[in-house]
């Protein structure tokens, strides 16, 4: 079965410090994967998303996240972090079922960031 | 952009008492969605439907959930007898194809069981 893991559950970075955020994915074949952001008691905003092609996929808010097949990664990244960056942040991948797909989420990451 | 609509935002009822969430998908979508978050944890997917019927819901979506798109624009999740552990965000999504192109969440509705 499809399953994500984000190893982190909390990250702290200084404010204009870089951030990478890990994903691992569990999934047989190539996987359609997803970085959403929630800010609390909100809903979920899609950062980026990578269905094929360059394995480099930009996204909004000056993320970017690699695809690496050869880890089963999908780590999200940031070279520069500002405050409103704080977050929590989840993963996702999608599986598929009988022909019919739905997303799976990791636990999330939260982030905080320091002045 | 077009977006997917939830009503209400916040919804608190009384445990036992039924709850309808109510969504409304970008209008060329196909493949419609709910997903839970307890307060906390992870969004867990609870139901798809495609073609006027369920395609795929997972073992939280038990009998005392129902969907339903009553009349081509809306779609609807019902909780008939509301439990106390019910408590959560609870997100509609839509998409365009099977392969979630165009995969879009609402802004959730926090229902709250007292």
């Known amino acids: 079965a499809q399953s994500v893991t984000q190893p982190d559950i909390h990250i702290t970075v200084s404010e204009g410090a870089s951030l990478e955020l890990r994903c691992n994915y569990s999934y047989g074949a190539t996987p359609y994967l997803f970085w959403y952001v929630q800010s609390p008691g909100q809903g979920l905003q899609l950062l980026l998303k990578?269905?094929?092609?360059?394995?480099l996929v930009q996204g909004i808010k000056g993320f970017e996240a690699e695809f690496k097949r050869s880890q089963s990664s999908f780590n999200l990244r940031k070279p520069s972090v500002h405050w409103s960056d704080a977050a929590e942040y989840f993963c996702a991948v999608v599986g598929f079922s009988g022909g019919y797909n739905k997303l799976i989420f990791g636990a999330g990451t939260r982030l905080a960031v320091h002045p | 952009e077009p977006e997917v609509t939830q009503t209400p935002s916040h919804q608190v009822t009384q445990m036992g008492q039924e709850v309808i969430l109510r969504c409304v998908p970008i209008?060329?979508?196909?493949?419609f969605y709910w997903y839970r978050q307890i307060l906390g944890q992870k969004v867990e997917f609870l139901v798809s439907f495609y073609n006027n019927e369920i395609s795929e819901k997972s073992e939280i979506f038990d009998d005392q959930f129902s969907v339903e798109r009553p009349d081509g624009s809306n779609f609807t999740l019902k909780i008939r007898s509301t439990k106390l552990e019910d408590s959560a965000m609870y997100f509609c999504?839509?998409?365009?194809?099977?392969?979630?192109?165009?995969?879009?969440f609402g802004s959730g509705t926090r229902l709250t069981v007292v």
């Open positions: 990578y269905f094929s092609g360059d394995t």
């Open positions: 999504a839509s998409s365009e194809s099977e392969t979630l192109y165009g995969y879009t």
């Open positions: 209008s060329n979508h196909l493949y």
